[in-house]
T-cell receptor
Framework: GENVEQHPSTLSVQEGDSAVIKCTYS??????FPWYKQELGKRPQLIID?????GEKKDQRIAVTLNKTAKHFSLHITETQPEDSAVYFC????????????FGTGTSLTVIP | KAGVTQTPRYLIKTRGQQVTLSCSPI?????VSWYQQTPGQGLQFLFE???????NKGNFPGRFSGRQFSNSRSEMNVSTLELGDSALYLC???????????FGPGTRLTVT
């Protein structure tokens, strides 16, 4: 069916280590892949996104990679810090519905000081 | 620019009642989408409005409805509330030329 699968659901890393979260999507026509960070009690905030015409995008310590053939994209956080602790969501549009967004179920990241 | 705002921030209702939530998008954003967020189901798409017209609707019962005004502000209404409607309701706005969505702080609805 049309959905976005996200793994893992929880992730604990030591401060300074890297964290990787992966999402797979079903619609091969999807062309935009955002990642949101949601801190406890706060709104989801867009932290990085990638369009289907590029394979990787970086912004300081975060990066997103896209594999269109395999229909998956990943969020990479390097040199993690305690303030990176949050729930991260991926999303992808379903083109045939007029770009209705489907979200992954979220990854709760804990960075241990 | 001011961000997306939602009112009220918290609501407590009883089963059978109805509720109306409001969302004011970022100035210049004409698209408003609504999502339901629950611990078990994550973020579920409710509907999207653009220029006062519903463009998309998610898989929710007809008790969930919405509308958009000429100033792009949007409201959603839930009638005959059920316990399972307890959730955080988020709206997000974007321009029509971009996919980037910006979320409001949400309305926490509790149905007792």
């Amino acid at each position: 069916g049309e959905n976005v699968e996200q793994h893992p659901s929880t992730l604990s890393v030591q401060e300074g280590d890297s964290a990787v979260i992966k999402c797979t999507y079903s619609d091969s026509a999807s062309n935009y892949f955002p990642w949101y960070k949601q801190e406890l009690g706060k709104r989801p905030q867009l932290i990085i996104d990638i369009r289907s015409n590029v394979g990787e995008k970086k912004d300081q310590r975060i990066a997103v990679t896209l594999n269109k053939t395999a229909k998956h994209f990943s969020l990479h956080i390097t040199e993690t810090q305690p303030e990176d602790s949050a729930v991260y969501f991926c999303a992808a549009p379903l083109r045939r519905t007029g770009n209705q967004f489907y979200f992954g179920t979220g990854t709760s990241l804990t960075v241990i000081p | 620019k001011a961000g997306v705002t939602q009112t009220p921030r918290y609501l407590i209702k009883t089963r059978g009642q109805q509720v109306t939530l409001s969302c004011s998008p970022i100035s210049g954003h004409r698209s408003v989408s609504w999502y339901q967020q629950t611990p078990g189901q994550g973020l579920q798409f409710l509907f999207e409005y653009f220029s006062e017209t519903q463009r998309n609707k998610g898989n929710f019962p007809g008790r969930f409805s919405g509308r958009q005004f000429s100033n792009s502000r949007s409201e959603m209404n839930v009638s005959t509330l059920e316990l399972g409607d307890s959730a955080l309701y988020l709206c997000a706005s974007r321009t029509t030329s971009s996919y980037e969505q910006y979320f409001g702080p949400g309305t926490r609805l509790t149905v007792t």
